[in-house]
C-alpha cells in the first residue's frame, strides 16, 4: 500500500519520487505500506525586504536565503550604494534559487553646469537654480560692469550632481581710484 509524503527538494523536479522506504530491492511482506516522498518542486522562500539597505547587505540577507540578487545601478536621490527597489517585492513567496532584482542607486545624476559668465547675476542664478543647483554668491573687485557674474565654481562644463553649490563671482564695479592732482 503506497503512502504519498510531499515534500520539497532542491533537485528532484516536481511530481517526481525523490525518496522510497524501504529502499528499492527490499523484500516486504504482501500488503505492506510503502512510504513514497513525492517533491513539491523547489522549497519557497519568502523574499525579505531590502530597499533602504546598503548594497553589501541586501546581497547578503538574499544570498543566505538562497536568492540570486542582480544589481541594476541606477541614478536617483537617494545616497550612493542603497537599494531603491526590489522585484519580487517583501513577502512574495518564490522558489529558492530564483533571482532577485534590485535597484542601487549611483546617487543623483550628474548635470553639466551651464556657462552664465558676463550675465547678470539675478539671470545666472535664474538659470541655475532652474537645473536644480544652489547658487552662493561672492562679490569681487572687476573691470566688468556691476551685478555682472565673472566667474563660476566649478567651472562651466563640468559634471556635478544635481543640487550641488554654484558660487558665482559678481562684480562689485570697477574700481575707484581717485585722480591726483597733477595741474602745474
Known amino acids: 500500500t503506497p ?4 515534500q520539497p527538494s532542491d533537485t528532484v523536479a516536481k511530481g517526481q519520487v525523490s525518496d522510497e522506504n524501504p529502499g528499492g530491492g527490499s523484500k516486504v511482506g504482501k ?7 513525492v517533491s ?12 533602504g539597505q546598503d548594497v553589501t547587505s541586501a546581497v547578503a540577507a538574499l544570498a543566505q536565503l538562497g536568492l540570486n540578487p542582480k544589481i541594476t545601478r541606477i541614478y536617483s536621490g537617494s545616497q550612493q550604494d542603497t537599494v531603491t527597489a526590489q522585484q519580487p ?5 518564490i522558489d529558492k534559487g ?5 535597484n542601487v542607486s549611483r546617487g ?3 548635470v553639466t553646469v551651464p556657462d552664465v559668465t558676463t550675465q547678470p547675476f539675478a539671470n545666472a542664478k535664474s538659470a541655475l537654480n532652474g537645473k536644480g543647483f544652489v547658487v552662493s554668491r561672492v562679490d569681487v573687485q572687476s573691470d566688468l560692469a556691476q551685478g555682472t557674474v565673472v566667474s563660476e565654481d ?3 562644463g563640468t559634471q556635478v ?3 550641488s553649490t554654484i558660487t558665482l563671482s559678481v562684480s562689485k564695479g570697477p574700481a575707484a581710484t581717485q585722480v591726483p592732482d597733477v595741474t602745474g
Do not use: C
Not at 518542486?41 to 519568502?46: F, H, M, N, R, S
Not at 517585492?89 to 513567496?93: E, K
Not at 530564483?98 to 534590485?102: C, F, G
Open 89 to 93: 517585492h517583501a513577502g512574495d513567496n
Open 161 to 163: 550632481p544635481a543640487g
Open 98 to 102: 530564483s533571482t532577485v532584482h534590485i
Open 3 to 6: 503512502r504519498v509524503i510531499t
Open 31 to 37: 500488503g505492506s505500506t510503502i512510504s513514497l516522498t
Open 40 to 51: 513539491s518542486g523547489k522549497p519557497k522562500v519568502q523574499v525579505p525586504n531590502v530597499v
Open 154 to 156: 566649478p567651472q562651466s
Open 108 to 110: 543623483p545624476k550628474p
